[in-house]
């Protein structure tokens, strides 16, 4: 357990990555991981799609970019992705993949590989070519884009100082 402790206070997110893929091994134990996170009522309702081909995580940076209005890689250079579908079906799919996201933040911190939370999934895969994209993975019409956790090693400078935890972030009732 004090394992656990640690790693949730020492995982930082990392916006600076080394082009080297993670390991088979990581990668399998954080995706492991990630399915033993809790959802509601059990259902496991999330959707993961893992993405390592270059010029599929190339497409997924353009266009989450589009939605940030900006021209610069959103996704830092990472060499893997895990794209997080939230079930629009299920009244509790969007904390399902968002407790599923932290999942693997916290496992790949445990692995010794470096993550970080990408927003404005919900935005690209309602594109057209978003659209599209899902087809091409199978992913069912009734999931949603939530997330993109990026992975890989950590290149200089990637991850930033630690901050001290504001006042008052816990109220005893």
């Not at 959802?39 to 893992?50: A, D, E, L, N, Y």
């Not at 992975?151 to 109220?171: D, F, N, S, T």
């Amino acid at each position: 357990m004090q394992e656990t402790l640690i790693d949730i206070r020492t995982r930082r997110s990392c916006r600076k990555y080394l082009p080297e893929q993670i390991t088979n091994a990581q990668l399998d134990a954080i995706l492991e991981a990630a399915t033993w996170t809790p959802t509601g009522r059990g259902k496991q309702s999330p959707q993961m799609v893992v993405v390592q081909d270059a010029e599929m995580l190339s497409k997924l940076s353009r266009l989450n970019a589009q939605i940030m209005g900006t021209d610069s890689d959103p996704m830092y250079g990472a060499p893997t992705a895990v794209v997080v579908f939230a079930d629009s079906s299920n009244e509790n799919g969007i904390l399902d993949a968002s407790l599923l996201m932290g999942t693997l933040m916290l496992a790949a911190h445990a692995v010794g590989v470096a993550s970080c939370w990408i927003n404005r999934g919900k935005g690209m895969f309602e594109l057209p070519e978003g659209k599209e994209i899902m087809q091409q993975w199978g992913v069912d019409e009734k999931y949603e884009g939530l997330a993109i956790c990026i992975l890989g090693y950590a290149a200089e400078g990637g991850i930033p100082p630690v901050k001290p935890r504001r006042e008052g972030y816990v109220i005893r009732a």
